[in-house]
């Protein structure tokens, strides 16, 4: 029987030893928790940043995508502008050569008796 007592006492001490020798591993193992926690709320802070910058940049990217089209359908309209007068100068072009043909040959023959 005595050896039953001593052992609740030995299974004691050596309990109390383990706690006390893991103490400093314990306290570091909290000491990182407790850092690793700022970082995550750190982290979890930026995340939230970066999602309303990715939205922010969502929205200008789909107005992008509308003015694109706007630009486009103005530039179709500029380009075919350019083209029908374009045609109107070619048409101005000759019709004023055609005059100029048409008044050196009335000059021609106007002067054609007297050469």
Known sequence: MA???QNPKSDSL???RDWVGLAKPMLDSLT?????RKD???LQLKLLLAERQRDGLAVELK?????NSQLANELFEA????GLQKQKNRQAQLERWLW??????????KLKPLL
């Open 3 to 5: 050896q039953s007592i």
């Open 14 to 16: 050596t309990v109390v």
């Open 32 to 36: 990182k928790l407790h850092f690793i």
């Open 40 to 42: 995550v709320a750190a």
């Open 63 to 67: 107005k992008a995508y509308q003015d």
């Open 79 to 82: 380009k075919d502008q350019l």
């Open 100 to 109: 100029r043909v048409g008044a050196a040959a009335g000059l021609y023959l």
